[in-house]
């Protein structure tokens, strides 16, 4: 089959089922380890603690938008992608494994504070909208047309992002959540924090060619977001690592502009 060179924009609109896999949080002071002989060891102390969570559920806020401009020659295509997706985690119960220690601050019973000890393994309801993602994403896709018949294109491809991301709470952090019932948070104090990431997807569609240079595109995408964040503050202040995974069904429409 020969395909001729074809440019185009198009905007679509996605909705599937997500999770986060290995929320992976870390307190941001370190621990003093000692040795035998009693002295202190500082080169790479490890965190004061640790907590790792597996299969977090997700779903939209809202669903995606994105807009492309793309075109291909032959089997061959490429996109230019930028996209908004906004993902929340509903109300469940999440078990994590937990190492280390958790610094109380100073009150009138314990003028200087004291350490305590986590459990290595616990639970912990969450409300519904504990976190809130929003991911603004710019990037591009390569893809492979298939040969099929007239008017129909399936697609495969792969893409590799560049990403803003915004992750909110109504609490100051996931840790000092999970540790409410040791710690005295302020409930007031909000997560509102924006860092960059990056992320790919594995985009499997199909274009309708129709008339007047108009196209209908269906696709199924998997798509990866690497997010890390800072929550919490003061002695609860941590580094938190995750990975949002979403299985999305994509509609779009395009008109070609060569």
């Known amino acids: 089959t020969i395909y001729s060179s074809n440019k ?140 099929f018949i007239k008017n129909l294109y399936p697609t495969i491809g792969f893409g590799l992002s560049f990403a803003m991301n915004n992750v909110k709470s109504d609490y100051p952090g996931p840790g000092s959540y999970a540790a409410k019932n040791i710690l005295n948070f302020d409930e007031s104090e909000r997560l509102n924090t924006t860092d960059f990431g990056w992320g790919f997807d594995i985009p499997i569609g199909l274009k309708y060619l129709a008339k007047d240079n108009i196209f209908f595109t269906t696709e199924l995408r998997i798509s990866q977001k690497h997010i890390s964040f800072v929550s919490s503050d003061a002695y609860q202040k941590e580094k938190d690592e995750t990975v949002l995974q979403s299985f999305q069904i994509n509609l779009g429409v395009g008109k070609f502009i060569n």
């Open 8 to 147: 185009y924009i198009s905007v679509y609109i996605g909705y599937g089922p997500g999770s986060l896999e290995s929320f992976y949080a870390e307190s941001a002071f370190s621990a003093v380890v000692e040795e035998d002989s009693g002295a202190f060891i500082y080169d790479e102390p490890p965190p004061l603690w640790t907590a790792n969570v597996l299969d977090v559920s997700t779903k939209n806020s809202l669903p995606q938008i994105g807009l492309k401009l793309g075109g291909w020659k032959g089997w061959f295509g490429g996109e230019l992608e930028l996209s908004l997706l906004r993902h929340r985690t509903p109300a469940q119960t999440v078990y994590y494994d937990s190492h280390g220690q958790i610094f109380i601050p100073p009150s009138a019973g314990y003028p200087d504070g004291y350490y305590y000890t986590i459990e290595p393994q616990d639970s912990v309801a969450l409300p519904d909208n504990f976190l809130n993602f929003s991911s603004f994403s710019i990037g591009g896709v390569a893809y492979l047309n298939i040969p």
